[in-house]
């Protein structure tokens, strides 16, 4: 596990995430005290150990109003995942290409994605 409370900025406010859960499985999931942000890491071996994935999920929770006036919990979400053979690759390699994914994934090329361009 990591060491805890995980911090995260986001819209330049820094919230502390402390461990809420903690499963047997290989998966934390750190959430600030009203459940409004998530991070969750996972892992998991593939069948015969011939790979691995590790999952780092940062989740919101907000409450939208519908036409009605009632309200509804929605959640969305931003994944990364490290799938990583049992040969070929070190883990250094790994972390590089998620540096360089991270470093790409500005805000006009997330604004292009997320309006349906590939």
């Known amino acids: 596990m990591l060491t805890d409370p995980q911090n995260l900025t986001i819209r330049t406010v820094s919230t502390d995430l402390p461990p809420s859960t903690v499963a047997n499985d290989g998966q934390t999931v750190y959430a600030d005290n009203d459940g409004q942000f998530a991070v969750q890491i996972s892992h998991e071996r593939k069948k015969g150990g011939k790979s691995a994935r590790h999952t780092v999920k940062l989740s ?9 006036g009632s309200s509804i919990d929605r959640t969305a979400s931003v994944h990364i995942v490290f799938s990583m053979p049992s040969e070929g690759f070190t883990t250094e390699e790994l972390n590089e290409l998620g540096q360089a994914l991270v470093g790409y994934c ?3 090329l997330t604004d292009r994605v997320l309006g349906f361009e590939s």
Do not use: A, I, Y
């Open 60 to 68: 919101e929770l907000k409450s939208v109003t519908q036409p009605d």
């Open 106 to 108: 500005n805000s006009t």
